[in-house]
């Protein structure tokens, strides 16, 4: 397997340097000199400061000691996207950084709104690395409650938002799973000062999170079961789901199908409609 991974790591770098050019590195083309496209292998190490025979055995494939700074150095001389840069360190044995959005990925917002609305009659809403709320769908709004001028943050609504919790009749047995959650999303960025400022707002603004914090109980993002009872149409079975873009890394889109309890899709259906948007056009308690 490590011959197999080595290998790989040297078709890897001899392709990203084929397609970069002296030009694109700041050099100088090289006229008929040239006897391929890309960069040679002394201008790789050069440009990236490190010694000409060491990359020149990284690319051969050997197996030789490599650190994070060397590889980042590599990856910015061959103009490596995010996913090509963890590719690079997987084939090193390293463990790879954190992903990243790249620039061109970054405006998806457009394809991800017609994707939830796609999702009608059933909620889909979409929220960031902290869990806030970036977009959801008119079904999210009538069943969930989500709404302009809400705590746009979906752990803090959990536990504040007077209607979600008056419709959430499994809202007890979801909450530490909510919790231990989102403690799963803080250990993949521990030194993220912004999983900091969502917890402390969340300690501040309910006991309860905070007695479930304190367990420090830790889950993945998965399903999760919810029944609600809604004020128009009353029981509710879903099943929410979160799911990834790998292009955003950032973003989670969490869709809720429904369960065949209770004859929720047709409820669903009925909220979606003319009729039932009237009457959901203003979130009720219950």
Known sequence: MKAHRLGELRKFLMSRRARVSPAEAGLPDGGARRRTPGLRREEVAVLAGVGVSWYQWLEQGRDITVSPQVLDSVGRVLRLSSVERRHLYVLAGLNPPAPEVDPGDADMCAGLRRLIDAWMPFPAHIMD???????????????????????????????????????????????????????????????????????????????????LWERRDIAPGGQVRKELEHPLVGELFVESTQLRVPARPDLAIVMHTPLPEADTAAKLEWLASPEGRRGSMYPVAG
């Open 129 to 211: 690395a902290y869990w806030n709320t970036i977009l959801y769908n008119d079904a999210a709004g009538m069943v969930l409650g989500m709404r302009p001028g809400l705590v746009q943050n979906c752990l803090i609504a959990f536990f504040t938002d007077p209607i979600y919790r008056s419709r959430a009749r499994s809202w007890e047995r979801n909450a530490p799973y909510v919790v231990a959650q989102f403690r799963a999303a803080c250990s993949e960025r521990p030194d993220d000062e912004g999983f900091r400022a969502v917890v402390e707002e969340a300690k501040a603004a309910s006991e309860e999170f905070t007695a």
